[in-house]
């Protein structure tokens, strides 16, 4: 069995005026438990499907314009499209994106403080969500 060892090490993340609002230190040692690993993946195939419906959104929107019309219709079609409904679809996904993984995050976190302590765990996990890598 091979054990996987995770070092951590985190980054200031600062603001356009240069002042740093957040500082991370490393976890040395963190050895991901299956639960975490399981919520990695999980995470990064909800950050798949955000990829995968922003695809679906603007191919559905194009099949509307372009699809079995002749030129006069793709023109009417074009300018009958809702282009700012489009827009706010498109800019709201990061938004849902981040509330989904922060949801996951959050349970990962009342996970190893309640049921399973782990400190090391709890700080990875902690960092993940004010956005340390």
Same mark, same amino acid.
């Given at each position: ?20 609002f957040m500082s991370c230190s490393p976890i040395i040692g963190l050895r991901l438990d299956t639960e975490s690993k399981a919520a ?20 559905? $929107?194009?099949? =509307? +314009?372009?699809?079995?019309?002749? *030129? !006069?219709? $793709?023109?009417? =079609? +074009?300018?009958?499209?809702?282009? *700012? !409904? ?9 938004i849902i994106q981040k509330h989904i993984i922060q949801k996951e995050i959050d349970l990962m976190i009342i996970h190893y403080q ?20």
């Open positions: 069995m091979v054990q996987m060892y995770v070092e951590v090490r985190y980054f200031f993340i600062t603001t356009k005026k240069g002042k740093n990695l993946e999980r995470i990064k195939g909800k950050q798949n499907f955000t990829k995968l419906l922003s695809s679906a959104i603007t191919v559905g $929107v194009f099949n =509307n +314009i372009f699809t079995k019309n002749k *030129a !006069l219709v $793709v023109a009417l =079609n +074009i300018t009958q499209t809702d282009w *700012a !409904l489009y827009s706010e679809a498109m800019s709201a996904l990061p309640t049921g399973k302590y782990d400190y090391k765990h709890i700080q990875f996990w902690k960092g993940m969500k004010h956005g340390c890598r």
